[in-house]
């Protein structure tokens, strides 16, 4: 996957300068989403916008103003006709480090670059016992994901797929996994980040009428599922080759089906 290229940057509507960048540099606690802008709207604007409500009143003790926030998204995309990545960090340059639990009111920083490229080739993920902190939030500690992937490549893999210390399979480095089996899609449950690309595909394949099914997944009964696949903001649908040492064989039929999925969301205008 090819990161994008970043563009413009603007905190509160403004073009961001390095002394108010100087708190998001230094202090690392806040929350982001990313989402890609396809003619003005995003597939899961609703969801990504609840997902910014719901974290910066959990981390900061106050509510966003999603109609602000939604408008400064708006303004930085405006005019550009290009499909774009697009990302939102909230943090606080008034939070108060020794007191982190009094209310801070939030700031909002919107990026976009040039939309995401990844490459449809089939990963190879190692298992690794890790869990994300509050894995509920997709917040800013990222140490420990590009850790993991770094201890799987110098395996010999792509990335890692996290275990919890009994076994269960909950995410990928930064994507959800999905399994095929001979009804349908099994998604574990575990603790995770509930992806927007992963709760668009349920949407989709609820849509369709077929079958899924949320359930526990021990790392040894990988072997047991026709197949495999990643999903995240950048890449909806990512087949998966193997899991450590359990190979799965390309389904191109059921691939085809999860992103027809997929695309049965509407893209919502910002």
Not at 115 to 143: C, D, W
Not at 148 to 168: E, M, N, S
Request: aromatic fraction near 8%; include cysteine; proline fraction near 6%.
């Amino acid at each position: 996957m090819t990161l994008p290229t970043l563009d413009r940057a603007e905190i509160n509507g403004s073009m961001a300068t390095a002394d108010a960048l100087r708190t998001l540099a230094l202090v690392n606690y806040g929350h982001f989403t990313s989402m890609q802008v396809e003619a003005g709207g995003v597939r899961g604007l609703d969801l990504h916008l609840q997902r910014l409500a719901s974290s910066t009143l959990e981390l900061f003790g106050t509510p966003l103003d999603i109609e602000q926030t939604q408008a400064w998204m708006r303004q930085i995309v405006d005019g550009d006709t290009r499909t774009l990545s697009l990302r939102v960090n909230v943090f606080s340059r008034a939070l108060n480090r020794d007191r982190p639990l009094e209310p801070a009111p939030p700031d909002v920083l919107v990026t976009t670059g040039a939309a995401r490229v990844s490459a449809k080739t089939p990963l190879r993920v190692a298992s690794a016992n890790y869990q994300r902190e509050q894995p509920h939030i997709k917040h800013v500690g990222t140490f420990g994901l590009f850790q993991q992937k770094r201890a799987a490549q110098a395996r010999g893999f792509d990335d890692a797929l996290f275990v919890d210390p009994c076994g269960a399979v909950a995410e990928g480095s930064i994507w959800n996994v999905g399994f095929l089996d001979e009804a349908g899609v099994v998604w574990p449950d575990a603790p995770a980040l509930p992806g927007i690309s992963m709760q668009l595909l349920q949407r989709g394949l609820a849509e369709r009428g077929i079958a899924t099914s949320t359930r526990y997944v021990d790392v040894g009964e990988i072997g047991r599922f026709r197949g495999a696949f990643f999903t995240n903001s950048g890449c909806a649908v990512m087949p998966i080759a193997r899991i450590d040492a359990v190979e799965f064989v390309l389904d191109a039929e059921a691939l085809a089906m999860l992103e027809a999925c997929y695309a049965l969301n509407p893209v919502q205008p910002l």
